[in-house]
């Protein structure tokens, strides 16, 4: 059995490209060129040089000394924090930049939540010099100001979603209303593992070489390609796409996904999308969902922006039905203390995402030479006020 998406994009029951009918065209293309682009080797040379030089790939794969000590376990850090913009999510809007370039598109849309796909769009457009419009909801333009003046130094026009609840759900609607306005010259980033296909399986091919630089990586640390366990939280899930891609299919490599519970689990305020969702469609791919009994979306909480995500990836509502994969929810306030707990025990400032996963520790034990790697997702530079107003600082 594969963990894979098949053909058609599915992944078991989950995935598909759920579109209306204008933005078939669109899809379709990308559909038909994206794995034969993928595997020119000019394409590879360019990704790989681009992630080298201009990311700062490898990141360092770190031995947690202290962290290991006090949870009795080998834990290793994937550094993911110290990719060029603070996190992973350049490594998917470099392979999608040069994706639109190879497809002949000269214009870019992405849309953004709490903006930091948005930053990482605005920043490979810059870098090829190709025009981005990122939608954002008016809302989200208010809370995040920071990134929207990030975007606006790199270049990027952010235009306001002003219609419903004025945030990620409405940036979203605008984009696509774009895209299928502009079919031939615009190429739509999607910032994670979802979307209809081939976006979820094409994100994770992207974000996979998180996990081959890992193989590599403990091979020279351990003599072993596999970890026993490998921990990464998930909000839309390329971060953990990419650190899982390569064990997938290997039984051995135990994979732990870690969702936001946010106030708790059934507070009413939480972003546990496996535990909480019911099948559904979002964003154009079947998967599990956050919804009222009739169908529509609920508002997700977490203290964590890039967590607050109202559906999971189609990959990752597969591994958690099949049970491959091991689900943990884990509130604000074990996110925040695991977040502090790692400044002082590894001098690491972690980004409030990457937090959940540390928080595991405390309460999943393992065994003493078990050899855990967590994907340590972003830095924690962008959540500093966050952090400060939690602790009183
Ligand atoms: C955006 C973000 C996430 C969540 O997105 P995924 O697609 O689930 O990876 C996690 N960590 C950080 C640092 C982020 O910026």
Partial sequence: ??????????????????????????????????????????????????????????????????????????????????????????????????????LGKHRIIAETGAGQHGVATATVCALMGIECVVYMGEIDIARQAPNVARMKMLGAEVRPATSGSKTLKDATNEAIRDWINNPVDTHYIIGSVVGPHPYPDMVARFQSVISEEIKSQLLEKEGRENP??????????????GAFY?????????????????????????????ALGKVGIIHGS?????????????????????????????????????????????????????????????????????????????DRKFAEDDVVVVNLSGRGDKDLQNYIDYFKL
Avoid: W
């Avoid at 899809?27 to 682009?37: A, D, G, K």
């Avoid at 026993?228 to 796409?241: F, K, R």
């Fill in 246 to 274: 390569h064990f997938l299919d290997t039984p051995e490599v135990g994979i732990i996904a870690v969702e936001a519970a946010g106030k708790g689990i059934h507070s009413g305020e939480s972003a546990a999308t496996s």
């Fill in 1 to 102: 059995m594969s963990y894979h998406a098949d053909e058609r994009g599915y992944y078991g029951e989950f995935g598909g490209a759920f579109i209306p009918e204008m933005l078939y065209p669109n899809c379709e293309e990308l559909r038909q060129n994206y794995l034969q682009i993928m595997a020119e080797p000019s394409f590879q040379e360019e990704f790989h040089q681009l992630l080298k030089d201009y990311v700062g790939r490898p990141t360092p794969l770190y031995f947690a000394e202290r962290l290991s000590k006090k949870y009795n376990a080998k834990i290793y850090l994937k550094r993911e924090d110290l990719c060029h913009t603070g996190a992973h999510k350049v490594n998917n809007t470099i392979g999608q930049i040069l994706m639109a370039k190879r």
């Fill in 228 to 241: 026993d366990y490998v921990v990464a939280c998930v909000g839309g899930g390329s971060n953990a796409a």
């Fill in 286 to 362: 079947k998967t599990l969902l956050m919804q009222t009994p009739d169908g529509q979306i609920t508002e997700p909480y977490s203290i964590s922006a890039g967590l607050d995500y109202p559906g999971v990836g189609p990959l990752h509502a597969h591994l958690y039905t099949s049970g491959r994969g091991e689900f943990i929810s884990i509130t604000d306030d074990e996110a925040m203390k695991a977040g502090l707990d790692l400044c002082k025990l590894e001098g690491i400032i972690p980004a409030i995402e990457s937090s959940h996963a540390l928080a595991i520790f405390k």
